[in-house]
């Protein structure tokens, strides 16, 4: 039945102050942190609420489209058959039953769209599901009775509603006037501007889908150009956790993490080893930036993104620094805070002087969040002296301000592990977890990936919002073309006659032609 999330944590509470009696040295402040599965599911693939919504909303212009197509037609075949109506309504037939028959034609043709439609959703499921299985192992996605309704009433509305209009304003209009205007060769005027309002509504729906498109596939751009400062080839990473009970002092895990260098870099075909507290591509802490050179920024104070990396990190992940100098192994001992921060960083709080030797202060929220739990101690600000910049980088989603603290400053318990070799990722694998194995056996290594695949991976979102909307942008074109062939086509048919008596009386066909294309039928 689920279940409140404050009932959730009102029950977990208990737990956890008795896991802090019980372990104080592990689960001293630390609390359960309870979400819903969607904000969990959105932590661990970035889903957003614009995802689910831009594709639907997308869709629904689509539909749209094909609405006003289904109008378009309806509205001419009810202009072109006025005689036969006003016939029908002089020999004695009710507006009703002429209404009624023209919503049957229309429930014919949602009869029809619904069975493609039931086809077309079949088969893209199938494709979907095939496509995704991999990484999502344990969903289930089939058809089932919900949708087949949803399809059926989409169908039923949007014919009904569109074929409704066309239906209402034949039966309306007077016996006479469609006597007299069954016989005209065009089309009546107010029914040719509701048919160019039509037309014209498609294109300016079209033209959002494409200017969508565009702007998404910009996005993935900047993505590729931003992701261009990661060397990312041959290199894998995994995360380590050191148990508190073993690593619980900071000279032991520095201690782990220099014999876990040394061993690997001895190993053949690895060049080059180096660990932070977040891969590129992948989630990274969030600190709050109290202070520039002393003075106070605003309040409450900017969030920016803080990984913290040791030495090697920015020639072995990062091509290099765009000014500066990078950390040393003296880099966050006493006396030596110092940090790197992006471009973003020194663009937004810094200005154009020189960024060299300015010092900040940043300090963890007052919660600090992690996905399994949250610790509500606030740890003590952090003063630093920034010594380089570095290029712009993504973690998850676009660049954004970020500051690089020296690994010795802080020395996390879990921390990410990046190697690169020369012989390619796959050998490297193997050679990671002997290196584990040899120092710490009962340490186990976390999911191993490599760069190329945490950057595909986080580049998926925008990538795939670029390409569904290129091609509901592209399928709307088509439909719009479609439709003004259609309506085109239609109105030369009804007026053979007229074009006839007009080539007759001496009319070029040029001219013919830029009638139509000057009226727009």
Do not use: C
């Given at each position: 039945?689920?279940?409140?999330?404050?009932?959730?944590?009102?029950?977990?509470?208990?737990?956890?102050?008795?896991?802090?009696?019980?372990?104080?040295?592990?689960?001293?402040?630390?609390?359960?942190?309870?979400?819903?599965?969607?904000?969990?599911?959105?932590?661990?693939?970035?889903?957003?609420?614009?995802?689910?919504?831009?594709?639907?909303?997308?869709?629904?212009?689509?539909?749209?489209?094909?609405?006003?197509?289904?109008?378009?037609?309806?509205?001419?075949?009810?202009?072109?058959?006025?005689?036969?109506?006003?016939?029908?309504?002089?020999?004695?037939?009710?507006?009703?039953?002429?209404?009624?028959?023209?919503?049957?034609?229309?429930?014919?043709?949602?009869?029809?769209?619904?069975?493609?439609?039931?086809?077309?959703?079949?088969?893209?499921?199938?494709?979907?599901?095939?496509?995704?299985?991999?990484?999502?192992?344990?969903?289930?996605?089939?058809?089932?009775?919900?949708?087949?309704?949803?399809?059926?009433?989409?169908?039923?509305?949007?014919?009904?509603?569109?074929?409704?209009?066309?239906?209402?304003?034949?039966?309306?209009?007077?016996?006479?006037?469609?006597?007299?205007?069954?016989?005209?060769?065009?089309?009546?005027?107010?029914?040719?501007?509701?048919?160019?309002?039509?037309?014209?509504?498609?294109?300016?729906?079209?033209?959002?889908?494409?200017?969508?498109?565009?702007?998404?596939?910009?996005?993935?751009?900047?993505?590729?150009?931003?992701?261009?400062?990661?060397?990312?080839?041959?290199?894998?990473?995994?995360?380590?956790?050191?148990?508190?009970?073993?690593?619980?002092?900071?000279?032991?895990?520095?201690?782990?993490?220099?014999?876990?260098?040394?061993?690997?870099?001895?190993?053949?075909?690895?060049?080059?080893?180096?660990?932070?507290?977040?891969?590129?591509?992948?989630?990274?802490?969030?600190?709050?930036?109290?202070?520039?050179?002393?003075?106070?920024?605003?309040?409450?104070?900017?969030?920016?993104?803080?990984?913290?990396?040791?030495?090697?990190?920015?020639?072995?992940?990062?091509?290099?620094?765009?000014?500066?100098?990078?950390?040393?192994?003296?880099?966050?001992?006493?006396?030596?805070?110092?940090?790197?921060v992006n471009q973003q960083f020194a663009s937004v709080y810094l200005g154009d002087g020189n960024p060299i030797g300015r010092r900040l202060e940043i300090r963890p929220p007052t919660a600090r969040r992690?996905?399994?739990?949250?610790?509500?101690?606030?740890?003590?600000?952090?003063?630093?002296?920034?010594?380089?910049?570095?290029?712009?980088?993504?973690?998850?989603?676009?660049?954004?301000?970020?500051?690089?603290?020296?690994?010795?400053?802080?020395?996390?318990?879990?921390?990410?592990?990046?190697?690169?070799?020369?012989?390619?990722?796959?050998?490297?694998?193997?050679?990671?977890?002997?290196?584990?194995?040899?120092?710490?056996?009962?340490?186990?290594?976390?999911?191993?990936?490599?760069?190329?695949?945490?950057?595909?991976?986080?580049?998926?979102?925008?990538?795939?919002?670029?390409?569904?909307?290129?091609?509901?942008?592209?399928?709307?074109?088509?439909?719009?073309?479609?439709?003004?062939?259609?309506?085109?086509?239609?109105?030369?048919?009804?007026?053979?006659?007229?074009?006839?008596?007009?080539?007759?009386?001496?009319?070029?066909?040029?001219?013919?032609?830029?009638?139509?294309?000057?009226?727009?039928?």
């Open positions: 039945d689920g279940a409140d999330l404050d009932r959730v944590r009102a029950g977990l509470s208990p737990i956890a102050a008795n896991l802090a009696v019980a372990h104080p040295d592990t689960n001293k402040d630390i609390r359960p942190l309870v979400n819903t599965l969607l904000e969990a599911y959105n932590g661990l693939v970035t889903l957003t609420t614009s995802a689910i919504y831009i594709p639907l909303l997308a869709a629904a212009f689509v539909l749209l489209i094909a609405a006003a197509n289904l109008a378009n037609l309806l509205l001419a075949r009810a202009a072109y058959r006025s005689r036969e109506i006003a016939i029908r309504l002089a020999i004695g037939a009710t507006r009703w039953r002429i209404v009624r028959g023209l919503l049957i034609e229309s429930l014919l043709l949602a009869t029809v769209a619904w069975v493609l439609a039931v086809g077309f959703s079949w088969l893209g499921l199938t494709i979907s599901a095939s496509h995704t299985a991999p990484q999502l192992p344990y969903w289930r996605i089939k058809m089932d009775v919900r949708l087949l309704g949803t399809l059926a009433a989409i169908a039923l509305v949007t014919t009904g509603l569109f074929g409704l209009a066309p239906a209402v304003y034949a039966s309306r209009r007077a016996t006479a006037d469609g006597l007299k205007e069954g016989g005209r060769l065009s089309m009546p005027p107010k029914v040719r501007r509701w048919t160019h309002a039509l037309l014209v509504g498609q294109f300016a729906v079209t033209l959002a889908l494409l200017n969508g498109a565009g702007l998404a596939a910009k996005r993935f751009f900047n993505f590729y150009a931003a992701d261009r400062s990661v060397q990312t080839s041959d290199t894998v990473t995994t995360f380590i956790r050191l148990p508190a009970q073993t690593y619980a002092t900071r000279d032991q895990r520095v201690a782990f993490h220099d014999r876990l260098r040394a061993r690997l870099l001895s190993v053949p075909g690895v060049t080059a080893s180096t660990i932070a507290s977040a891969a590129p591509f992948s989630p990274a802490g969030r600190r709050q930036l109290t202070s520039i050179d002393g003075q106070p920024t605003t309040e409450p104070p900017p969030d920016v993104m803080t990984v913290v990396v040791e030495p090697s990190y920015f020639h072995t992940v990062v091509r290099g620094l765009v000014l500066g100098e990078p950390f040393s192994e003296l880099h966050g001992t006493p006396g030596h805070e110092a940090a790197i992690t996905y399994l739990r949250e610790a509500d101690a606030p740890a003590p600000p952090v003063s630093a002296v920034i010594v380089g910049i570095a290029p712009d980088i993504r973690q998850i989603r676009d660049a954004v301000p970020m500051v690089y603290l020296p690994f010795r400053a802080e020395v996390p318990a879990v921390v990410t592990l990046m190697v690169r070799g020369s012989g390619g990722s796959r050998p490297l694998v193997s050679d990671v977890r002997d290196a584990v194995n040899a120092i710490d056996p009962d340490l186990a290594l976390g999911v191993v990936r490599t760069l190329d695949e945490l950057r595909d991976r986080s580049r998926a979102g925008a990538a795939d919002m670029a390409t569904h909307l290129a091609k509901v942008g592209g399928l709307a074109l088509v439909f719009s073309g479609v439709g003004l062939y259609s309506a085109m086509a239609y109105a030369v048919r009804r007026r053979t006659q007229e074009i006839a008596v007009r080539m007759a009386l001496g009319a070029q066909a040029t001219q013919v032609r830029w009638l139509f294309l000057k009226t727009g039928a």
